[in-house]
């Protein structure tokens, strides 16, 4: 069974402190890794998209890669505004015209000043 | 910037009534999809609806859930006879091709 799981719950930093979030797949057949961002209360915002091990994007203080087995979700210098819940989610391959996303439980991330 | 748009933001229904839930996708997107995310839990999907079908749906997605793109411009949810169970926040979301965008979702309470 396809499987996403992030670590860890709940990550608390500093203003300034560098650190990574996890992203753990099973996928069969892998057709993208995503990453979003959620406000309490709000949809997902689409950050990034990953689709091949190797591959790296940025935006702002955030930076996304892939292996073939994890993502990870670098934030350099984080401010306040950072603040939010992280999700990764991943599309395997089931054929036909549907992109289904399978997500994590998600990374609470709290930066304080 | 083109957004989804969701109304209502929250709805309360008595337990076994119908209720329906409103999007607007963006414009040119070809891939029309419902996730609900209960209280502290996963974002799950329900359906995905592509070329005016169903192209997969979950378990979730029984006979009480039904979709429909009345017209060029709106896709609909509706849930037949609401259970406590449904409480939750449902996201409509869209896709032009494998990236997908997220409404800021309906919250329905089931009392």
């Known amino acids: 069974e396809d499987q996403v799981t992030q670590s860890p719950e709940a990550l608390r930093l500093q203003e300034g402190e560098s650190s990574s979030l996890n992203c753990s797949y099973t996928v069969s057949g892998l057709r993208g890794l995503f990453w979003y961002r959620q406000d309490p209360g709000k949809g997902p915002e689409f950050l990034f998209t990953?689709?091949?091990a190797g591959e790296e994007k940025e935006k702002e203080r955030l930076k996304a890669t892939l292996t073939k087995k994890e993502s990870f979700l670098h934030i350099t210098a984080p401010k306040p505004e950072d603040s939010a819940t992280y999700l990764c989610?991943?599309?395997?391959?089931?054929?036909?015209?549907?992109?289904?996303?399978?997500f994590g439980t998600g990374t609470l991330l709290a930066v304080q000043p | 910037e083109p957004e989804v748009t969701q109304t209502p933001s929250h709805q309360v229904t008595q337990m076994g009534q119908e209720v329906i839930l409103r999007c607007v996708p963006i414009s040119n997107h070809l891939y029309f999809y419902w996730y609900r995310q209960i209280l502290g839990q996963k974002v799950e999907f329900l359906v995905s609806f592509y070329n005016n079908e169903i192209s997969e749906k979950s378990e979730i997605f029984d006979d009480q859930f039904s979709v429909e793109r009345p017209d060029g411009s709106n896709f609909t949810l509706k849930i037949r006879s609401t259970k406590l169970e449904d409480s939750a926040m449902y996201f409509c979301a869209s896709a032009r091709d494998t990236e997908a965008f997220f409404g800021q979702g309906t919250r329905l309470t089931v009392v």
């Open positions: 989610a991943a599309r395997g391959w089931y054929g036909g015209a549907t992109n289904k996303l399978i």
């Open positions: 990953l689709y091949s």
